[in-house]
């Protein structure tokens, strides 16, 4: 999509693009200081490869401050992106042939991932009416004695759905009848939530031993380009990462992790009004996309996207004869004809949605949606 959106733009076409997930902030100013002050005292040479200590004990001080978890600085492998805290978790974790329980819609790169281990990845379908989120009976029935491992995330990407401290607990009571399944918790959202406090499935301490947290700087903090991520899990798992990344990349870039440090370092202001931008946006784009005749939309309690249900237009044609067959018609047709870019629900395994980002501007957002509105009035 994002390929079609440059040919149109490069055609002259005024394309706005709701396909990004990345925040369309600036990295806050302090955070910028800090890298500049990193080179300057020369911070430029080959880092530990878990990440610098200043940092682990930073991210280690972090967890029990906002998420009362007790990870010391030894538990924690600082990486390329949480993308690569994500891998090295697969990768180490992984045997050929053990099944992955991923819950769908899902964040397109977990079962590509699952692949690159030779795992074999097992879906549970989240629906709209259950605000994407999936039951502790639909995770048991998953269950098999080949399953290693269960991964998510709250707030999710595509859906911006939530799991509370009560829904968490229902499935920790299904993870207790199940010690041999780990937990790998992608929180890379967690400051882009709406509806308070963040819970994390590592707070529940009879399963905490095998959670593996993943967070990281790029959302939160809009930090995409710096790729700056990590992974909190026990000794072993974090010691057995630490040698796969060794031989892998090394430690991540010194400059951006000296910037991480200024982040966490320097409170959450910044971050909660972001946060607070991406709160007015999503209220405006629910209350337009919940206006369309035949989309079906739920209200996202966090990240900075809807995944809306737009089945209804399958079968219809455009004016100029074409059938809509799926989901993945739908985008290109909303692109062509209104302009929008989004994503295809396809590639995060419901192909009944298309993914629409709201890190746009509110003016660009309005635009958007008056006219995905028009576009989707003229299919027949
Ligand atoms: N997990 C999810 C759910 C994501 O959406 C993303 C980024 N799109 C990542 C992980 C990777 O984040 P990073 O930029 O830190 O690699």
Request: proline share 6%; charged share 20%.
């Given at each position: 999509m994002a390929k079609l959106g440059r040919e149109l733009a490069a055609k002259g076409v005024k394309v706005i693009n709701l396909?990004?997930?990345?925040?369309?902030f600036h990295t806050p100013q302090y955070i910028k200081d800090a890298a500049v002050d990193a080179m300057e005292k020369n911070f430029t040479y080959y880092s530990p490869v878990s990440g610098y200590p200043d940092l682990r004990k930073a991210i280690s001080d972090k967890l029990k401050r906002e998420n009362n978890l007790d990870f010391a600085p030894e538990q924690i492998v600082v990486s390329t992106g949480a993308k690569q805290a994500l891998a090295n978790a697969l990768l180490c974790l992984i045997n050929p042939g053990e099944e992955v329980i991923i819950p769908t819609?899902?964040?397109?790169s977990y079962s590509e991932m699952v692949k690159l281990a030779e795992g074999e990845s097992v879906f549970i379908n989240a629906t709209v009416e259950n605000n994407y989120k999936i039951t502790p009976e639909q995770l048991e029935a998953a269950i098999?004695?080949?399953?290693?491992l269960f991964m998510f995330s709250s707030p999710c990407n595509p859906t911006g759905s939530v799991y509370s401290k009560e829904e968490l607990a229902g499935l920790v009571k299904v993870f207790e009848k199940y010690p041999q399944v780990y937990i790998l918790s992608?929180?890379?959202?967690?400051?882009?939530?709406?509806?308070?406090g963040h819970a994390s499935i590592a707070e529940f301490p009879s399963v905490k031993e095998r959670v593996i947290v993943v967070n990281g700087f790029s959302k939160g903090f809009a930090m995409?380009?710096?790729r700056l991520g990590y992974l909190a899990a026990s000794k072993e798992i974090a010691a057995a990462t630490d040698k796969l990344q060794g031989q892998t990349t090394?430690?991540?870039?010194s400059i951006t992790q000296k910037a991480g440090l200024a982040a966490l370092l320097g409170g959450l202001e910044t971050v909660h009004q972001m946060r607070d931008a991406f709160l007015t946006r999503r209220d405006l784009v629910y209350g337009l996309l919940s206006q369309i005749p035949g989309v079906k939309v739920n209200l996202p309690e966090?990240?900075?996207?809807f995944f809306p249900?737009?089945?209804?237009?399958?079968g219809k044609k455009t004016a100029?004869?074409?059938?809509?067959?799926n989901a993945d018609d739908l985008c290109i047709y909303i692109l062509n004809e209104a302009h929008v870019s989004t994503v295809t629900g396809e590639a995060f395994g419901n192909p009944d949605c298309i993914r629409i980002s709201y890190a746009a501007s509110e003016e660009e957002l309005k635009e958007a949606c008056s006219k995905i509105t028009a576009a989707l009035a003229k299919l027949k």
């Open positions: 396909s990004f997930g990345e925040p369309d819609p899902y964040w397109v098999t004695p080949k399953t290693k992608d929180e890379i959202y967690e400051h882009i939530n709406f509806v308070g995409t380009g710096w090394s430690g991540t870039c966090g990240a900075f996207y249900d737009v089945s209804s237009f399958f100029e004869g074409e059938v809509i067959n």
